[in-house]
């Protein structure tokens, strides 16, 4: 299907049951989908039009979602069920995901145990190897963007950051990607020439959360967010990251001797230790890729990984029964996606925080990319 009409179509499949949460480009609610014996899905609504692609990057956000998604077939990673557009938006169609690996990292109730955190990690790495083989960063790696299904598979979504690396590979890219927390130092120093390092980096912190059950580096601005990774990492230096003082941005901190990983990650053992000391490598060279961290002897020693389907799932989680009674006074909506429903559903309980935090900026690289990529966009057919 074009996913520039028949709109009429598709708003007649789709049932709205409520609203679920927003980001800064789109909205996302819970919808039964009718031709699928009222399976339970969630459409995120993106912005789209003429006059958002060169005004804020909106509109290559959502193409660059829609392209990457309908090209990527991966166990762990979350597929796009449908695309069709709606009132100068794009919706996205993806099975609902009543958890996130946020919520199970936080939820105090859950024991992770070292299996578990070993099973989690093994399906990250698989889902990132794949996507670098295709030739895909990510560059939004977060817990909040890897959802959990209830068979216990890790889903990695939210591809609105997204970029193909190997068609152009000297073209500068934007250093603006990626959530604070999870991003890579060289991205601090104005670099925009990199490549799959940017996503190990953030798959080092996101297994350093599995163990710590909070944030690594949780900066409340960039030069705070580099302070603290220089705690614990110890400052730079023309050994362990050459070249550093030539990035564009560069800022020089006071030397900082770093703190032991074994002192920080006290129940992980040394294989662990070793596999993230090079995740969580200064050095952009020396982070590996994931076809090499999946090769860590961490995942063939002992304990081995929890089968997917016993891991743990949060307790504190999107209650669908709770959903599905709201929307019982709700079923004589005349049209489930209609923006004017918004405001009342948005008086409803929202129970995700998976959407509280704000995608950092779109990218603005080059207006050729944003030509090229709609023009694409408007031959894919579903």
């Not at 939004?140 to 590979?169: H, M, T, Y």
């Not at 991205?187 to 925009?192: P, Q, S, V, W």
């Not at 992980?268 to 090769?295: F, H």
């Amino acid at each position: 299907m074009d996913i520039f009409v028949d709109e009429a179509t598709k708003n007649a499949r789709y049932e709205k049951v409520c609203y679920l949460g927003e980001g800064q480009f789109a909205n996302v609610f819970l919808a039964r989908d009718l031709n699928r014996g009222d399976h339970l899905v969630a459409i995120k609504k993106v912005k789209a039009g003429p006059r958002w692609v060169l005004a804020d990057g909106l509109n290559l956000s959502a193409i660059r979602e829609v392209k990457a998604l309908k090209e990527l077939d991966h166990p762990n990673i979350l597929t796009v069920l449908d695309v069709f557009s709606h009132d100068r938006c794009i919706c996205l169609v993806f099975d609902f995901m009543a958890s996130d690996l946020e919520a199970l990292v936080h939820d105090f109730t859950v024991v992770l145990v070292p299996a578990h955190i070993k099973a989690l990690s093994l399906q990250l790495l698989r889902g990132v190897e794949y996507l670098h083989a295709n030739w895909v960063l990510h560059r939004d790696l977060k817990p909040n963007n890897l959802f959990l299904s209830p068979q216990g598979k890790v889903k990695i979504g939210d591809f609105g950051l997204a970029r193909q690396f190997a068609c152009s590979p000297t073209r500068p890219m934007t250093h603006q990607v990626a959530t604070r927390w999870y991003r890579a130092p060289e991205l601090f120093y104005g670099c925009t020439q990199y490549g799959v390092a940017i996503d190990l980096w953030a798959v080092g912190c996101i297994i350093a959360e599995f163990l710590l059950r909070a944030p690594l580096f949780p900066g409340d601005c960039d030069l705070t967010q580099l302070s603290k990774i220089y705690e614990i990492t110890g400052t730079p230096d023309e050994d362990t990251w050459p070249d550093v003082r030539r990035l564009a941005n560069y800022v020089h901190f006071e030397h900082r001797p770093g703190i032991p990983f074994s002192q920080i990650f006290t129940a992980a053992g040394s294989d662990l230790i070793q596999l993230l000391e090079t995740l969580l490598s200064l050095n952009p060279d020396t982070r590996g890729v994931a076809k090499s961290a999946l090769a860590s002897p961490y995942f063939t020693n002992k304990p081995y990984p929890t089968p997917d389907d016993q891991l743990p799932q949060p307790k504190v989680n999107r209650t669908v029964a709770g959903l599905l009674r709201q929307h019982n006074h709700q079923r004589d909506l005349l049209n489930p996606l209609d923006p004017g429903q918004m405001k009342a559903a948005a008086d409803l309980p929202v129970t995700s925080t998976r959407s509280s935090r704000l995608r950092r900026l779109a990218d603005k690289e080059d207006p050729a990319d944003v030509t090229a990529e709609v023009s694409v966009a408007k031959r894919l057919r579903f």
